[in-house]
């Protein structure tokens, strides 16, 4: 596979997983390589939560597409049938905030005993001390940060070079996020396409 056809499917990952698990799988970036490899173990759990509708335990191409192209219109937040890179991380901000308030994390308590969420330019380390949070480009993330990879992997999608996403592009990359998933060459996502690695 060649790298952008890697990157391809690594953002394919990233929309169809509501652009908020890609990088909670994601693991480090190594030499040569131009986004995260997607770890299809994950992959497949999620989509087994939001896209396998008949829930047979398979994700078919057709409940795919149908998860792509619901999530396309909740992403596409002023409905211009495009999606822009400020649209990708609105959309990501919003589904993380909305996951961290329904799921709080006992390590982020502070002294009053309310959740540790950002109070400013502050936040808690897993250790509860307080540190001036990083900001850069404007707080969108840094080069090394969860915004600039999914700006990375946004432009390797942007076909055209536009600075936006067109449902073609969107679903074209998705496509290949499939292909990559189906191992077996099925026509379905299931435990069958799934790698024998090491539980460690």
């Known amino acids: 596979m060649t790298i952008r056809k890697f990157a391809l499917t690594a953002l394919g990952a990233a929309l169809v997983l509501s652009t908020t698990a890609p ?32 829930k047979d335990g398979k994700v078919s191409k057709e409940e795919f597409a149908a998860r792509q192209d619901a999530l396309f219109t909740e992403i ?35 002294a009053d005993g309310k959740d540790g969420k950002k109070g400013g330019p502050e936040q808690a380390d897993r250790d509860g001390k307080r540190h001036e ?45 499939f292909t990559r998933l189906d191992k077996n060459n099925d026509g379905v996502i299931s435990i069958d396409d799934m790698p024998d690695r090491p539980f460690l």
């Open 76 to 110: 596409d937040a002023n409905k211009d049938g495009s999606i822009t890179p400020k649209e990708m991380r609105d959309f990501r901000r919003a589904k993380m905030e909305a996951f961290r308030a329904a799921n709080p994390r006992p390590d982020r308590a502070n």
């Open 133 to 177: 949070g990083r900001k850069s480009e404007g707080g969108k993330g840094g080069k090394g940060g969860h915004g600039g990879r999914v700006n990375a992997m946004f432009s390797m999608v942007d076909a055209d070079g536009n600075g936006q996403i067109s449902k073609a592009e969107f679903t074209a990359a998705g496509e290949k996020m």
């Open 23 to 54: 990088m909670s799988m994601a693991a480090p970036r190594g030499p040569g390589r131009d986004g995260p490899p997607m770890r299809p173990e994950l992959a497949y759990v999620y989509l087994l939560k939001t896209a396998d509708t008949n």
